[in-house]
């Protein structure tokens, strides 16, 4: 695969809601905001992303075996599949390319069960609590990567 190819975004449950659910946690942007802030970023390198969102783990397990071969890295902000979903974790050492894990609250300052991720292990780098702008942080540094 290569190392030019698009960089996937992969938004997990609830994300879709962004802009109306606690807003005062998560802000007011909006998923559509996070997809257009990402083609924004990769767009200044020469790249491109393929962006995908699902409430449905099975989905988002399915997606990621479809990126082997074709994406060169992988954005996810899982939801709250961080926290919970050992199936997850394996499906994304599967396509062998860069994973940055991306939150937009800074999980460490909230609940106690927030506090472990099962992604954070194998992902490259993780960034959280700078709102959606973690995510062109993570696009830039995977279109930069060498």
């Not at 802030?37 to 990769?42: I, P, Q, S, V």
């Not at 995908?52 to 994406?71: C, K, P, T, W, Y």
């Amino acid at each position: 695969m290569p190392s030019d190819g698009p960089i996937l975004v992969l938004n997990g449950p609830n994300l879709n809601m962004l802009g109306t659910r606690q807003p005062e946690v998560y802000g007011a942007d909006t998923l559509a905001d996070v997809i257009a802030l990402c083609e924004r970023t990769a767009a200044r390198f020469g790249r491109e992303i393929s962006a995908f969102q699902s409430n449905s783990e099975g989905a988002l397990i399915d997606r990621i075996h479809r990126a082997r071969g074709v994406e060169s890295a992988i954005v996810i902000n899982p939801g709250g599949l961080t926290h919970t979903s050992v199936a997850l974790r394996d499906a994304l050492v599967i396509p062998e390319v860069p994973i940055v894990e991306v939150h937009i609250s800074n999980v460490h300052a909230r609940e106690e069960f927030r506090h472990h991720s099962f992604v954070s292990p194998i992902a490259t780098a993780v960034i959280a609590g700078m709102g959606i702008q973690g995510y062109a942080a993570a696009v830039e540094f995977l279109a930069t990567r060498s």
